[in-house]
């Protein structure tokens, strides 16, 4: 069987503690949205959705520069499982697996996520989740049957709580995968590694 990967970018979310847009927060030469859909590209993921909140103008105009399918997640105020559902309708049924990335890990290499899919086609029925030093970390490979889950779940942890026997770990050298940018001081941490770094993909 031909396995086929799909990505559902979040996007939406409000960044209440970060005081602005954080997707548009500069980064390198470009804003760390641009950089997660660069990093998805360069894996070579050809199916990419990304989730966005009703007022994201200026984030929606900077997608049209790529090959990717935005869509909006009308409960802005909603749980990160309601823009995986809104996600989820737009991606391409012919995939089998489903990585969700999260707009707020910047720093995750392409190949990171070249390695999660490759595990997917050795476990297309496996959750596969990457660590660092033994933590789990973003972005994480489901197959479509077990995301489909959402949809009854109230959450990724849920889903992913509920399949525990049947997931698959990538051990990566990828502190990426760790570092989220929640905060001002956790984007200037971003910043500093970053610029220790080669660029944008």
């Known amino acids: ?16 503690r970060m005081g602005r847009a954080k997707q548009l927060l500069p980064l390198g030469d470009c804003t760390v949205i641009e950089h997660c859909v660069r990093a998805i590209i360069a894996s070579g993921v050809i199916d990419i959705v990304v989730v966005l909140s009703p007022d994201a103008g200026d984030i929606s105009t900077a997608m049209h520069a790529f090959p990717v399918k935005t869509v909006c997640n009308e409960q802005q105020a909603g749980e990160m499982a309601e823009s995986v559902r809104t996600g989820l309708t737009a991606v391409d049924p012919a995939a089998t697996g489903i990585l969700i990335c999260l707009a707020d890990h910047p720093l995750v290499k392409p190949e990171t996520m070249q390695g999660l899919i490759a595990l997917h086609e ?3 029925d496996s959750i596969i989740i990457p660590s660092f030093n033994r933590r789990r970390g973003h972005p994480t490979l489901f197959p479509k049957e077990i995301i ?10 849920d889903v992913i709580q509920g399949h525990a026997g049947s997931i698959a770990y990538l051990d990566s050298e990828d502190e990426g995968i760790l570092l ?15 610029n220790r770094s080669k660029g944008c993909p």
């Open 1 to 16: 069987m031909q396995h086929q990967v799909s990505t559902v970018l979040l996007a939406a979310g409000s960044a209440k």
């Open 122 to 124: 050795q476990h297309p």
């Open 148 to 157: 489909g889950e959402i949809f009854v779940s109230s959450s990724l942890r």
């Open 180 to 194: 989220d940018m929640d905060t001002m001081d956790a984007y200037e941490e971003i910043q500093r590694k970053f």
